[in-house]
């Protein structure tokens, strides 16, 4: 009788483990790929956010692991680098392109940038953005678009994560911003 009962908690506790590690899978396998770059990637330079951000795009399109970090080791702590480092540059397939570096003044064309970042997003791709914060500029990663228009972005400090939902306001602050954009052949 014992015996009978050993297997039939064995038999059990197996399918339960068996379900719950299905169904772990199946949830990984609906999130969001990019939560899943964000959450796996560190800045690992206190001056390599533009780097950063080209990496986890590159690792959103699929074409380096999770752990290439090459673009922020060459770069270090360089303090002289701007977006222009990555324009029209080919990395893995993929082409960066530099967007809207313009004079930060009252005729910046705001409009014109979020309906760019929208665009891209629309399309599947993310958008590299510098955000004018208290220290500075900080190199984000505009994630999605909230149902009212706003666009959520993402940076890295270390392995820590930074989450901006108020994205459109900053730029509207700092009257503009420059953005990177990608393509590839594959239509990433």
């Known amino acids: 009788m014992m015996k009978k009962i050993l297997c039939s908690l064995i038999m059990l506790i197996s399918t339960s483990l068996i379900f719950h590690l299905k169904a772990q899978t199946q949830k990984i396998d609906n999130c969001d790929f990019f939560d899943a770059v964000v959450n796996n990637h560190n800045q690992i330079f206190q001056f390599s956010g533009i780097p950063s951000a080209i990496e986890m795009a590159l690792k959103y399109c699929k074409v380096v692991g999770f752990n290439f970090y090459d673009l922020q080791n060459e770069w270090q702590n360089k303090t002289d680098g701007s977006f ?10 993929i082409t960066f392109s530099q967007k809207f570096n313009l004079p930060r003044d009252e005729n ?8 760019t970042i929208e665009n891209e997003l629309k399309s599947g791709k993310k958008v590299i953005i510098a955000l004018q914060m208290d220290a500075g500029w900080s190199i984000f990663v505009v994630y999605k678009q909230t149902p009212d228009g ?19 306001e900053i730029v509207k602050k700092s009257n503009g911003t420059e953005i990177m954009t990608y393509s590839s052949p594959a239509g990433f």
């Open 108 to 115: 910046f064309p705001i409009d014109s940038l979020f309906q």
């Open 150 to 168: 706003e666009f959520v972005s993402y940076s890295k400090l270390g392995s820590h994560t930074l989450i901006l939902k108020n994205t459109k």
């Open 84 to 93: 222009r480092d990555f324009d029209n540059k080919e990395l893995y397939g």
